[in-house]
């Protein structure tokens, strides 16, 4: 079975904390991906990994970085983390020569304070 | 770029019904329908994906059906028992990290 870990299931940090938020996958996966999920928005596309060190912005990148230093791990990094950023984030992972499914973590529940 | 719109975004059945959710998109280039099941608390979990090539497939109670004319595919669960309750997503891709996901419903299956 394909394993996405995102290690942190519940954060509350402060207004201005840099946040960061890791997902492991194990599957030798070559693509991966940081989504944002609100409720009545649905999923958005923050950033996205073909590659290591390589990325691409997704739907809604501001206030976002990203970082994949080795295939397995992709982290999301909030530079200065603000309210409006309180949200759940998921973690997927996809192969690139098998189509496009692409596979999910638990997500992780930020709140910003 | 690509909309998806999907319906109903609330699903009320008595167990052993039926449920369908319908999804629309507009990109023509799509070519990969997943759908999602998302437990509270949880990730979403694929369950099932059809392919623009195929019409129709099946595993065991879920099936999806594709139309491409229309620009339409739906989600049929029969047989409904209470541990479907969940959220549902749909979504349309035409390409690796191009994915465009439905708003979900939120299926209830009433004992």
């Known amino acids: 079975d394909v394993k996405v870990t995102q290690s942190s299931r519940y954060l509350v940090k402060r207004t201005g904390e840099k946040v960061f938020l890791e997902c492991v996958q194990d599957m030798d996966h070559e693509n991966m991906f940081w989504y944002r999920q609100d409720p009545g928005l649905g999923l958005r596309l923050i950033y996205f990994s073909y590659d290591v060190k390589m990325k691409e912005k997704g739907d809604i990148p501001e206030g976002y970085s990203v970082s994949r230093e080795k295939k397995e791990r992709f982290s999301l990094i909030l530079e200065s983390a603000s309210t409006n950023q309180t949200s759940m984030y998921l973690c997927?992972?996809?192969?690139?020569?098998?189509?496009?499914?692409?596979?999910f973590g638990e997500g992780s529940w930020l709140t910003v304070v | 770029g690509e909309n998806v719109e999907q319906h109903p975004s609330t699903l009320s059945v008595q167990e052993g019904d039926s449920a369908v959710i319908k999804c629309t998109y507009s990109?023509?280039?799509?070519?990969?329908f997943p759908w999602y099941k998302q437990e509270l608390g949880k990730g979403p979990q694929l369950i099932i994906d059809i392919r623009s090539n195929v019409g129709e497939k099946k595993d065991q109670r879920i099936a999806v059906t594709l139309n491409k004319t229309a620009k339409h595919f739906s989600l049929h669960i029969t047989e409904t028992q209470p541990e479907d309750s969940a959220v549902y997503f749909c979504?349309?891709?035409?390409?690796?990290?191009?994915?465009?996901f439905g708003t979900g419903t939120s299926l209830t299956v009433i004992p």
């Open positions: 979504a349309a891709s035409k390409s690796v990290n191009q994915f465009y």
């Open positions: 997927a992972s996809s192969l690139a020569d098998r189509g496009n499914t692409i596979y």
């Open positions: 990109d023509s280039a799509s070519n990969y």
